[in-house]
């Protein structure tokens, strides 16, 4: 009977190892300067890198050979806090970094990405949450610092501590799609189209990307001149001034009124596949390009090869957007300022 006991010793410890439930993983983002607007974390030794949607695989400069082991930092957490810092070995692929930063955090479709990687080392689940600051200079509020969860688990934004996990603010989800071959991205399809103040537009179905290196939203030209000819009409003249490169549509931002959805504008709606819109209101359609003047921040874009819709990351800021690689989903709260609520409002205050 006694020679029994070390087995069952062994065995209740290892029950308890395999019980053990693993921590998602947080970082602050902070929204670069205007000349880039790229958003970063500090996940290299407190360096940043580059989050880039796009990009399949962590980067890093090296000396030689294609890829390398860097060592990744963030901190536990129970989706309201920081709780312990953590450090782990990462696969990078060689690669010059960003101006300003010490390499990129691919977030794509692979393997070899940054929440792959997360998910792999810290036994987590392969989902992440993103919520990109405003800088609060360009119409919507906030203060450059957001941040990011990669593992799953609830969202809160404080204050008060009261308050619910804005992942319960989660729209439906919405499935993700692969219409470019060997393309990491994130896609979807918008089957209705696009709405401007609950009209159709741009009827659908179009390919929708989603950016984090690009700052404006982008359409195809067929698309853009649709959307921009439907924003002209529903808005009118009363407000309008001369363009501000690079938009075509501007106002004189004293004449709009606001509220805390932003500006009173048309509403742009993105209609999804399943009956979800991606809307878009004041806070996030206009851009403060002077004291006085907001303007339609929707561009045309350069190419017709890619998606129809392109969402850069001012249309994402102050949302909270889920991309969930293992149901190959998307889901993402409305503006929060409207709530309000700011992507800047995390507690970053380590729980005691």
Do not use: H, W
């Not at 939203?217 to 649709?226: E, F, G, K």
């Not at 209101?281 to 017709?304: P, Y």
């Amino acid at each position: 009977m006694s020679q029994l006991k070390p087995v069952l010793v062994f065995f209740l410890l290892a029950l308890c190892a395999c019980t053990a439930v693993s921590k998602p993983l947080l970082t602050p983002i902070n929204k670069g300067a205007a000349s880039t607007a790229l958003y970063t974390a500090p996940l290299s030794a407190g360096r940043p890198l580059v989050l880039d949607l796009s990009a399949p695989a962590v980067t890093t400069p090296c000396s030689s050979g294609t890829t390398t082991t860097v060592t990744l930092s963030a901190n536990t957490t129970d989706g309201a806090n920081p709780l312990s810092p953590v450090s782990f070995a990462a696969t990078a692929t060689c690669a010059a970094a960003p101006a300003g930063a010490a390499g990129v955090a691919g977030l794509g479709r692979s393997s070899a990405s940054f929440p792959a990687q997360v998910a792999s080392t810290q036994k987590v689940a392969n989902s992440f949450a993103l919520c990109l600051p405003s800088d609060g200079k360009t119409g919507s509020s906030g203060n450059g610092v957001g941040a990011a969860i990669f593992g799953g688990g609830p969202f809160y934004l404080a204050p008060p501590a009261d308050r619910e996990a804005i992942t319960t603010l989660l729209s439906n989800p919405v499935p993700l799609r692969q219409p470019f071959a060997g393309n990491p991205g994130y896609f979807v399809t918008a089957t209705g189209g696009i709405a401007i103040d609950g009209s159709v537009a741009a009827p659908g179905p179009l390919v929708v990307g989603l950016s984090t290196t690009v700052t404006y939203t982008q359409l195809r030209a067929d698309v853009y001149r649709l959307v921009i000819a439907a924003f002209d009409r529903a808005l009118g003249q009363t407000a309008k001034v001369s363009a501000v490169s690079p938009f075509e549509l501007c106002y004189d931002s004293s004449k709009l009124g606001s509220s805390l959805s932003g500006y009173f504008v048309p509403q742009v709606d993105v209609l999804l596949e399943g009956g979800t819109n991606l809307t878009v209101v004041g806070g996030n359609s206009m851009a403060q390009v002077n004291s006085g003047t907001a303007c339609f921040a929707f561009l045309k874009a350069a190419s017709s090869t890619g998606p129809a819709v392109l969402i850069g990351g001012f249309q994402l800021e102050n949302k909270l957007v889920v991309l969930d690689n293992a149901k190959q989903q998307l889901s993402f709260t409305g503006y929060l300022p409207a709530r309000g609520f700011s992507c800047s409002n995390f507690n970053f205050t380590r729980a005691g």
